[in-house]
């Protein structure tokens, strides 16, 4: 949850450090700090609470020795976000930066305490620090210390290390959280995530679990933590399509913003080359045999909101399916037929309890089938095979174009799973789906939702409730609304409301209906009625809401045009991501960056 970004090569370090920080931003903003040789070939820190920007003005004009560097911004876990606290972390002549959890921390601090080593923060990552240090201490090798020290230690870890002797040197360890390396031209790069040097190379190298690099300007080797420095060899990069656009807002006020009206770009690029005449995901065609006999998608959050809808459009094609939370999925008996499909989504393709659930479903003998954004993650590479969505770097910690390319992709797959020819209308519907969002899209004005807006910025309670399709995406929109406006929300079936929710409505109360599934249209407007009959306001989002029923049933409407379901559905998400939005703004929030958050969570 943690950014990590690191630099071995001729350049000044610090403006390069400071810059990918600020494109890693979205991975933790309660701390940040840099370490890196100075003139005198010593390494100096600096640290400083709050955002990169608190960080870049301490940083001002200091440029660094060109050579190794480290930089490291903050998603608290371990102590609270204080300077103390921030990374790097430094002991004697080591320096390194962490994303993960030491699960031995406390052993290992007593330890070290029964040594005489005193400790200058609440961190389990200074622990690392000063294990390296001792290590290092007794063999004067630095590569072959950190081996030493990791032996000792249980958790997880991305890590990026500085030693004092060693100046041009940066080594990297990856086990569990993701970690790359960018190979350039004479220099090197270490992040947690692509963007963060996408505007100097596109030549990446993914760490693997349990794989350490050692890292001097262009020339890289990896090897294995638990093996001896013989076992170095050369990594194979690979080229990455991602444009370093995506990572730019340019006109737009907030990269949420824009990813939502990237949208329609997203599900062009996820379905291209994936409809071919009578099939649809040729890929997937040496996975068979079609369909599963029986198939679980795991998920978290968004994604999980996201699987719901697969499972919607799994059982219209006549293919049984369950949804389950992966965090909840893993710590249970795993009753399964034999050969069965487990479904893993995630847009970082490093959430942790997907990848935990996803491993139970492997050892237990299941067929693993990943859905992720992001080439080369450890979703790809654990799973018998997996289906990229290809939405481009998404910066905002709230996933909107990730969502919608994740949902086109669970229709193309129910689509090659039927074992028929696909239905010509669902076909249809969707390879139109990214010209009528861009379209809808373009209509979007802000005007259109003002009043909208601020019913919802003066509403003490915020409901969602939809039937059929539009329950996943009353899920959907509640999520984001919540993460970005701090305000109470939930989403409900239409037809629960009056088993327990309806309790909450009352006057000030406001309950948003996406109505684009018009197969239970007359039963969610049945539902609708009674919460403006005990004070609610609704808004309704959907086509063809008739103006005449305008105080019957609903107050206000947000019309959508008239599609079939299967290209409304992105249209309808699109209006509840820019809601949740525009309301966030209206209230003066951090859309981008929301308290608490982090874009991936890759530790439990």
């Not at 430094?90 to 040594?115: C, F, M, T």
Request: proline share 6%; charged share 20%.
């Amino acid at each position: 949850m943690c950014g990590i970004m690191g630099y071995s090569g001729p350049r000044p370090p610090l403006p390069l450090l400071v810059s990918g920080l600020e494109r890693l931003e979205y991975r933790g903003y309660d701390s940040s700090g840099v370490a890196f040789f100075n003139a005198t070939g010593a390494i100096d820190v600096l640290r400083a609470a709050g955002k990169v920007s608190v960080l870049k003005e301490r940083v001002g004009s200091l440029e660094g020795h060109p050579g190794a560097a480290i930089g490291h911004i903050r998603w608290a876990t371990h102590g609270a976000a204080t300077v103390e606290n921030a990374h790097p972390h430094k002991s004697g002549p080591i320096a390194l930066v962490h994303n993960g959890i030491i699960e031995n921390e406390q052993i290992l601090r007593e330890r070290l305490k029964a040594e005489g080593v005193l400790f200058q923060s609440e961190t389990d990552t200074e622990v690392l620090a000063h294990l390296i240090r001792l290590e290092y201490e007794r063999s004067g090798e630095f590569a072959e210390s950190v081996r030493r020290a990791l032996a000792l230690v249980e958790g997880s870890y991305a890590l990026a290390i500085l030693c004092q002797d060693e100046p041009a040197d940066l080594i990297a360890v990856r086990q569990g959280p993701p970690l790359l390396l960018g190979m350039g031209e004479g220099e090197s790069f270490v992040a947690s995530d692509i963007p963060a040097f996408l505007h100097f190379t596109r030549q990446v190298y993914a760490f693997r679990s349990g794989e350490i690099g050692l890292i001097r300007h262009g020339d890289v080797r990896v090897g294995e933590i638990s093996s001896p420095s013989s076992s170095w060899k050369s990594p194979v990069a690979q080229t990455i399509s991602w444009d370093p656009f995506f990572a730019e807002k340019g006109t737009y006020r907030h990269f949420m913003e824009k990813e939502i009206f990237e949208g329609s770009r997203a599900l062009m690029d996820t379905l291209a080359d994936r409809i071919v005449p009578w099939k649809t995901l040729p890929e997937l065609a040496p996975f068979g045999p079609f369909p599963p006999p029986s198939l679980t998608f795991v998920a978290c959050g968004t994604s999980w909101h996201a699987a719901l809808l697969g499972r919607y459009f799994m059982e219209s094609m006549g293919i049984p399916s369950a949804v389950e939370i992966a965090s909840e999925f893993r710590y249970r008996p795993l009753l399964l037929p034999g050969g069965s499909w487990v479904v893993g989504i995630s847009q970082s393709g490093e959430t942790a309890d997907t990848l935990g659930a996803l491993e139970l479903a492997r050892k237990a003998g299941c067929r693993t089938l990943g859905i992720s954004n992001v080439p080369g993650s450890s979703l790809e590479r654990e799973t018998d095979l997996c289906l990229l969505t290809h939405a481009g770097p998404e910066i905002g910690v709230a996933s909107t174009k990730a969502f919608q390319s994740q949902v086109a992709l669970l229709m193309l797959l129910s689509l090659a799973l039927s074992g028929a020819e696909p239905e010509t209308e669902k076909l249809e519907s969707l390879i139109r789906s990214p010209h009528r969002l861009e379209m809808f899209l373009e209509t979007m004005s802000s005007e259109r939702f003002d009043q909208a807006v601020e019913r919802l910025r003066q509403s003490h309670l915020v409901m969602f409730a939809g039937r059929g399709l539009d329950y996943p995406l009353s899920l959907e929109g509640a999520l984001k609304f919540k993460e970005i406006t701090y305000r109470p929300a939930d989403g409900y079936p239409g037809g629960e409301l009056k088993h327990g929710p309806i309790a909450l409505v009352e006057p000030g109360v406001t309950v948003i209906a996406p109505m684009v599934d018009s197969n239970l249209r007359q039963k969610e407007i049945s539902n609708l009625r009674e919460i403006r009959a005990r004070g609610g306001y609704v808004l309704a989002i959907g086509p063809s809401i008739p103006e005449n029923q305008r105080g019957i049933w609903y107050d206000d409407r947000i019309d959508l045009p008239e599609v079939p379901v299967w290209s409304g559905v992105f249209q309808a998400a699109a209006v509840l991501q820019y809601l949740a939005y525009r309301v966030a703004v209206a209230l003066g929030n951090d859309v981008d960056q929301p308290r608490n958050l982090a874009k991936s969570v890759t530790v439990e």
